[in-house]
């Protein structure tokens, strides 16, 4: 079992609809939470990062933490076009981050 | 400011040679991270570097090393390159604490043929 799943997609939604990522993590002891954007052929992007339970909002994105159920999200409201990349989730501990293998994400005009 | 940098973008080996790859941390960070991401799979974690010491390493094999230098700017060696080896390899610096967010530079891309 991988440390980080990620379901790998593809998602597709319509534009302007809201894109549900999920990932859930192994070690217990991880201390904070990444989501990284990343388009083919480029490198990962920071979205935002998340430490404690419960839900962190930025403009369009939103990530929701649970710590008791290992399991962190990253909601995308009104997805646009460009949003369509794939989404990396990574957890870190003491400064090494482990990565999914990423959800990628088609958001049709 | 300038972000995170790599050198060179892109790379051309055969199998058994060697490869040095750099990168230039964000000004201020203190920490660099190297990962390794071959195609459809997240980055894998090589090492973590913080004030020029060796904080972590991953499970790669002794074929990769690395150094960071006073500039924090660091280093990633491989020796005897192997077909496997192919792969974006991706800098990361942070400011070096264990929650800090980690950016990540353009990368370079290795192609050992």
């Known amino acids: 079992q991988k440390e980080v799943e990620q379901n790998s997609g593809p998602l597709s939604v319509p534009e302007g609809a809201i894109a549900s990522l999920n990932c859930t993590y192994s070690?217990?002891?991880?201390?904070?939470f990444f989501w990284y954007r990343q388009y083919s052929g480029k490198s990962p992007e920071l979205i935002m990062f998340?430490?404690?339970?419960g839900d962190k909002e930025d403009g369009r994105f939103t990530a929701q933490l649970n710590k008791a159920s290992q399991y962190v999200s990253l909601l995308i409201r009104d997805s646009q076009p460009s949003d369509s990349a794939t989404y990396l989730c990574a957890v870190n501990e003491a400064g090494k981050s482990t990565f999914g293998d990423g959800t990628t994400l088609t958001v049709k005009p | 400011d300038a972000g995170v940098t790599q050198s060179p973008t892109h790379l051309i080996k055969t199998r058994g040679q060697h490869v040095t790859l750099r990168c230039s941390p964000i000004?201020?960070?203190?920490?660099v991270s190297w990962y390794q991401q071959v195609l459809g799979q997240g980055p894998q974690f090589i090492f973590q570097y913080y004030e020029k010491e060796e904080r972590g390493r991953g499970n790669f094999p002794d074929r990769f090393s690395a150094r960071q230098f006073p500039n924090y700017s660091s280093e990633l060696n491989v020796n005897a390159l192997l077909l496997g080896d192919s792969a974006l390899y991706l800098c990361?610096?942070?400011?070096?604490?264990?929650?800090?967010?980690?950016?990540f530079g353009p990368g370079t891309r290795l192609t050992v043929l």
């Open positions: 000004s201020g960070h203190k920490s």
């Open positions: 070690d217990r002891g991880s201390q904070s």
């Open positions: 990361a610096s942070s400011l070096g604490g264990a929650t800090d967010t980690q950016y």
């Open positions: 998340i430490y404690s339970n």
